[in-house]
């Protein structure tokens, strides 16, 4: 993975969460009400209970995790360490305006990419694998943060090994069906 990569995916991820696209045919200027996903500070232990799953895509950038009755969505911690080096304000030489324009940005840059994406378990209508990719349908819908990024030239969802992709599908479904049972 080259060094600004990890900003790369990072600001791919953030931008397909706050914008809108103009090409969309089903434009939408407040995703949140369609996808029902939230933003929040990324949780860096993202402790796994009973029939929990975290998958990690196949270059080791993104986890894709069902915790609790929840789809989370982020950066994974081999991609943060590298974020965390690569904006490391420390090392910044120059102390006049430059020097503070470099801090601001990568302090800005490191906040935005310690979040993640959540999406309720009660908003998916259906999980599946299907030609080599995760598709999830949130409330009649492909989520545009899963949809529209891409990772190595393959959007996100088609970035996992399937048998993990399987794995995936199958924990959101079990538990859909458990809470369902309930």
């Given at each position: 993975m080259t060094p600004a990569r990890p900003l790369v995916i990072g600001a791919l991820l953030m931008m397909a969460v706050g914008c809108g696209r103009r090409d969309n045919p089903d434009p939408n200027p407040y995703p949140s009400a369609r996808d029902n996903g939230a933003v929040a500070k990324r949780d860096t232990a993202l402790m796994l209970g009973p029939g929990d799953v975290k998958i990690t895509n196949m270059d080791s950038s993104v986890d894709m995790a069902v915790?609790?009755?929840?789809?989370?969505?982020?950066?994974?911690?081999?991609?943060?360490?590298?974020?965390?080096?690569?904006?490391?304000?420390?090392?910044?030489?120059?102390?006049?305006?430059?020097?503070?324009?470099?801090?601001?940005?990568?302090?800005?840059?490191?906040?935005?990419?310690?979040?993640?994406?959540?999406?309720?378990?009660?908003?998916?209508?259906?999980?599946?694998?299907?030609?080599?990719?995760?598709?999830?349908?949130?409330?009649?819908?492909?989520?545009?943060?899963?949809?529209?990024?891409?990772?190595?030239?393959?959007?996100?969802?088609?970035?996992?090994?399937?048998?993990?992709?399987q794995r995936f599908v199958a924990a959101v479904n079990a538990k859909k069906s458990q809470r369902r049972a309930e």
């Open positions: 915790v609790g009755q929840q789809i989370v969505v982020r950066l994974s911690d081999k991609t943060m360490a590298k974020v965390r080096s690569e904006t490391d304000t420390s090392h910044v030489k120059d102390s006049g305006f430059s020097g503070s324009i470099e801090k601001l940005v990568k302090r800005t840059v490191a906040s935005a990419l310690g979040q993640q994406y959540t999406y309720p378990l009660s908003d998916v209508r259906d999980a599946r694998y299907e030609n080599g990719k995760i598709v999830l349908d949130v409330n009649g819908h492909q989520p545009r943060l899963l949809a529209n990024t891409e990772v190595d030239g393959k959007k996100v969802m088609e970035s996992f090994r399937p048998e993990d992709a």
